[in-house]
């Protein structure tokens, strides 16, 4: 942190209040450096790793430039005078904690616009007029072709994180909407790297700007310590796992795909850690929750995909732990960018297995990290000071009986015994499966079929495209179970033969309202 405040940058007094309020007087050097320019109006290119504090950087002259642009005039529905950029559902909700209290400060209103949950707060929230939008591109996109909102009366617009977009193929329509916004209004983008596209979003669409760098030497993110550990195998990996995650301070665990951060998070709650997931299979709602409880403390762990590589920030995070190497450096580089955020310290370790000694050595020289590896145990004097002080153990609560389903015209399957008893009931054998009642696989319910989480069939089957057109920003994961988890579900289900007047279910074929067997 510099020795400039954010009075001597010309920060108005009212938000001067709100941020003496979060305890913050004095500015990061990215601050520092954008202020001057960002509050007299420039169009201005800011790079800068994360954690050097950039929303802030962009959030305070957008909230002092439109605190007047309400004067004399009226919220018109569906017109919005701010417009910030984000790749993620989660990056989104961030900036709009950051921005909201800045913009509060003169009486503007803001909401958030993401894919993954219902439009319709997001709609209501247009229509009883708001000033300043944070959106990823996705929805953004969708309620703009529906009419819900216009562009035509922006006059800030923030593209945050830039880079991201571009990773996640988000530029065309990022193009398509900076091109919907008048141009005659101040422009701000923040990026790391202006590789993948971005420069040619900086030519096309900001006018005279000012670049400004935030290097590595005076960044917040030089108080990062890295260590490679390299483990004997399979058991003791997941022993020194186990006990880098035991510390009272807040971890975040990096995995390779959704599966196995699930079953980690599980692991570690059940061995007395309590630990929560984070990953693309969630829903908005439990991504909430999980990252409301590791940001309240009742979970110390977060065990995640690199879906929370980019804009998760909670304060305090103590240790980023690579239990899998990511694939590529820039990935590391926002993974490890979760902890030593805001000028804070932290740690980073690599779990190195054999085999993958030459992988994670490109992968550090790519990112120009320099840390010795070293082979470890859990009882290791370097794993221990690392770990610190252990926190006690939490027993773990009682799972929740599972709800029978199959209740209902449309449910499932009450379960393999309840399936066995009413075949015997329909004088079928123990295991046929076709003597289901209504209210299972086999029954004709007139509602759609739900998964465990509610959702329809069809909403369900519209998963795979939803974060381009949601823009839910999760970078596509693997999924160890996906293969075979189609391929249950595709023999489970009842198909119909066209024109034939035959349901087949299992084994069992029904014609004509009887059933026979099948001589499959």
């Keep these: 942190m510099s020795d400039i405040t954010f009075r001597t940058l010309g920060v108005p007094a009212p938000l001067l209040d709100v941020l003496a309020k979060d305890g913050k007087t004095e500015a990061f050097p990215i601050q520092v450096d954008t202020l001057p320019d960002t509050l007299a109006g420039r169009d201005v290119l800011g790079r800068g790793k994360t954690g050097s504090g950039k929303t802030l950087a962009f959030s305070i002259p957008m909230a002092a430039r439109l605190g007047g642009a309400l004067a004399g005039g009226s919220r018109r529905a569906g017109r919005i005078l701010g417009l910030v950029l984000a790749p993620t559902r989660e990056l989104a909700t961030q900036i709009n904690a950051t921005l909201e209290p800045l913009a509060s400060a003169y009486g503007l209103k803001t909401t958030t616009i993401f894919g993954g ?32 909102v216009k562009l035509d009366a922006v006059e800030i617009t923030v593209i945050d994180e830039a880079d991201h977009m571009a990773d996640l193929g988000f530029l065309p329509s990022v193009t398509r909407i900076l091109s919907a916004t008048p141009t005659g209004g101040q422009r701000m983008l923040f990026s790391a ?48 796992v186990r006990t880098l995650a035991s510390g009272t301070g807040r971890r975040i665990l990096f995995m390779r795909t959704k599966h196995h951060a699930k079953k980690l998070a599980q692991q570690l709650t059940a061995e007395g850690i309590p630990a929560v997931d984070l990953h693309g299979n969630l829903s908005q709602p439990a991504r909430d929750r999980n990252l409301a409880a590791f940001a309240s403390g009742a979970a110390k762990v977060l065990v995640a995909t690199d879906v929370a590589a980019r804009g998760v920030h909670v ?11 990511p694939m ?30 030459r992988d994670v050595k490109d992968l550090l020289r790519k990112a120009a990290i320099t840390a010795a590896p070293i082979r470890v145990t859990a009882t290791s004097p370097e794993v221990t000071a690392l770990v610190g002080e252990v926190a006690p153990y939490v027993k773990p609560e009682p799972k929740a009986a599972a709800p029978a389903r199959g209740q209902g015209g449309g449910g499932r399957s009450q379960g393999a015994n309840a399936q066995r008893k009413r075949a015997a009931r329909e004088g079928q054998s123990a295991g046929g499966r076709g003597g289901q009642s ?29 974060a381009a057109r949601d823009g839910a920003g999760a970078p596509r994961e693997t999924h160890s179970a996906q293969a075979s988890g189609n391929a249950r579900t595709t023999g489970r289900r009842a198909s119909h033969s066209g024109g034939s007047g035959k349901l087949m279910v299992g084994s069992v074929v029904r014609q004509n309202g009887g059933q026979r067997r099948s001589g499959r």
């Design 117 to 148: 949950v219902n439009q319709n707060r997001q709609v209501a929230a247009l229509k009883d007029g708001v000033d300043i939008v944070v959106a990823c591109p996705g929805r953004l996109e969708d309620l703009m072709k529906q009419g819900f």
């Design 193 to 240: 790297t202006l590789d993948n596209g971005v420069d040619k979003l900086v030519n096309r669409f900001l006018q005279n700007e000012v670049l400004h760098s935030v290097d590595e030497a005076n960044s917040p993110v030089a108080a990062m310590t890295h260590h490679v550990f390299h483990v004997e195998g399979a058991d003791a990996k997941k022993e020194l």
């Design 315 to 325: 304060d305090d995070v103590e240790l980023v732990i690579h239990v899998d190497p």
């Design 328 to 357: 590529e450096h820039k990935a590391y580089l926002h993974r490890s960018g979760r902890t030593a955020r805001a000028g804070a310290e932290g740690s980073v370790v690599t779990l190195v297995l054999p085999g993958q000694e």
């Design 438 to 466: 209504a209210g299972g696989r086999g029954g004709q319910s007139t509602q759609p079929r739900k998964d465990r989480s509610g959702r329809p069939d069809a909403e369900r089957s519209q998963g795979a495209g939803r």
